[in-house]
């Protein structure tokens, strides 16, 4: 202990330029976040926050590689080979100087800005102790473990250039949305680990920093230098690699939605032949056939029964249309809905379908919900507290356009929300609502709350009635269920969208 204290001090001596730097970037940040909205106005402070958030992680990762190539193990010229000192120790102070100079600071401006917009910090200690984890792993230990594994600062500018374009390059490739993961979506929060098992966030947001974590380790331990590269390098590339444990955690996933069956028998998807398209849906569900650049709109009118309809999720796995003669029609992975299934074709696919009667095969999987919270309240510049979610207000762009302000301490927009604009009679003028919600347990922004604008009445120039209310609802998903969908003898011809 008495080695990495006085490693830690010496660290302090020499590199509180650099520690000042964050902690003047870390205040700024505290500062100018409160002030921020969610409407874009150029200048200001919500744009200079951005701006902040970049310059700020950069400071670190130049920080990170300042104080680790001091001793750095890469090499086999530096002076702390001569002397007795613990690989050991060397690595505990640098991640406590790290601790220090740069995490701590962060926690005080998230303290700051969660007071300043109505929160309080002791009561989010559980979700704030969680977000500095999910930063360390993300933004601190990868630059932390190729600071080890290079020299100087000319190299790690180098492996950070690699890391972006890697990064970039796997974000391009999107080898996210995968069939195998779809029902992990909805279910995610009742599987082991809740989040962590949702398929591409497991393997993203676990094993590849706890890779790098060891590996920054290894590296001290051993000091190979070459053989670090090469594993570090490995680990990039399996970001381009779909997700090992997709079929794991798909398997208990498809057993989990086969117990949730029985506890919800009634549940089911029909085909509703006499319902005609009259105008877009906020519970449209679009599918897109690979490769189709000229689309035409065919709309199947679809139904949720036995629960709640507000309270049911249907996501179309995959559909097929099979034809009397002639090759088979398949499409997958499409935006939820309860309303219709919106299939898009090119013309010379949609001329041989419709030309007569096909079998329609569907397989969905039906998301079952629970209410958290529901709000009701007029609207006004007041901020509304909504259990499960944070807060809401309204707000007037121009002083004429209605806009919903959400607001979430400590998370993206993970929790399914709905909220209608209501007429004093109970009619019912807008009514908008999130996708499945279930995103990863990561927030990459550095604000610790988001903050998000919509119309409150859909459409742009729109005012509210007089007298109408706001009702907020948050959900969340407790089960994830298949159901089937055969429809035979169907004409795809009375059901185009002209």
Known sequence: MRQILHIFRKDARHFWPYAAVVAGLTAMLAYLDPQTTPFYHPWSASQIVEVLHIVLVLAWWFTIAA???????????????TRPYSRLSIVA????????????????????????????????????????????????????AFAALTRDLRQFVLAV??????????????????????????????????ELWR????????????????????QYARRRTVAGRCLAAACLLLTFLPNPWSSLAASLALGKSAAAAGAYPGVRIEFVAGRHYDGPSSSDVILSGQGNEEKEQVRIPIQALGRDADL?????????????AGEPWHAGWTMPGRDWMVLRF????????????????????????????????????????????GAVKMEWLYGEYPYLIRRMPL???VAK?????ETPGGAVVHREENGSGVTGPLDFALSPVNEFAGMANGRYGARLPPGAEIVFTVKRPIAAIRRDLVIPDLRLADYIVR
């Open 417 to 421: 929300w709905r909220y209608t604009a």
């Open 346 to 389: 090119d013309s010379p696919t949609l001329q041989r379908l419709s030309a007569g009667r096909v079998t329609l095969h569907a397989v969905f999987d039906v998301v079952v919900d629970e209410t958290v919270s529901s709000v009701r309240f007029r609207p006004s510049s007041l901020w509304h507290t909504v259990p499960g979610l």
């Open 411 to 413: 998370r993206r927009d």
């Open 67 to 81: 104080v680790v190539h001091d001793e750095t193990p890469a090499g086999d010229r530096q002076f702390w080979l």
């Open 199 to 218: 398929a591409w966030d497991f393997w993203q947001d676990a094993l590849w920093p706890a890779g790098f974590l060891l590996l920054a380790v290894w």
């Open 312 to 324: 049911l999720d249907v996501y179309p796995v995959s559909v097929a249309i099979v034809p009397p």
């Open 93 to 144: 102070a640098k991640a406590l100087f790290v601790l220090v100079f740069l995490t701590l600071p962060l926690v005080a401006a998230d303290c700051v800005i969660l007071s300043a917009k109505g929160f309080a910090p002791l009561a989010l200690a559980p979700a704030m102790l969680w977000r500095q984890c999910a930063i360390a792993a993300v933004l601190l230990v990868p630059p932390f």
């Open 161 to 194: 250039l690699l890391i972006a374009v890697a990064l970039s390059a796997a974000t391009e490739f999107d080898v996210d949305y995968t069939h195998g993961s779809m029902l992990l979506r909805g279910l995610a929060p009742s599987l082991p680990f809740g």
